[in-house]
């Protein structure tokens, strides 16, 4: 069950994003054999990706990266050897580099009130 490998709090209102998400990204149906292949492997890290992938969406109205950097977290924590586990790391990296960008961004418009007094 996915709400056992979460962190405490993680799996709450997710119903309202749920549904503007199918309006996003609607629901295929799989042929049977997709189904039974998809039946064989453990779907957990998959749901974590794509949950960091949905917070993370610029379309999304609730998008949220510290959600989407959460999932992300757990899925590599959880599922290190899965291969989405590098692809997350991916995205992991990229928000530590919008966090640096972003911290930089404040120091230079510190600097430029103090050169402006």
Not at 28 to 39: D, F, M, V, W, Y
Not at 84 to 109: N, S, V
């Amino acid at each position: 069950m996915l709400t056992t490998i979460l962190p405490a709090g993680i799996m709450h209102c997710h119903s309202i994003i749920l549904k503007g998400l199918l309006k996003i990204f609607p629901i295929q149906i799989l042929p049977q054999k997709q189904k039974e292949e998809s039946g064989k492997k453990k779907p957990a890290d998959e749901a974590l990706y794509n949950l960091g992938l949905i917070y993370a969406h610029v379309d999304n109205p609730a998008k949220d990266y510290q959600k989407s950097q959460t999932y992300f977290n757990v899925l590599t924590e959880q599922f290190p050897d899965s291969d989405l586990a590098e692809e997350a790391r991916i995205w992991l990296g990229l928000f530590e580099t919008i966090e640096k960008i972003q911290q930089i961004d404040i120091e230079i418009e510190q600097q430029k009130k103090e050169l402006t007094r």
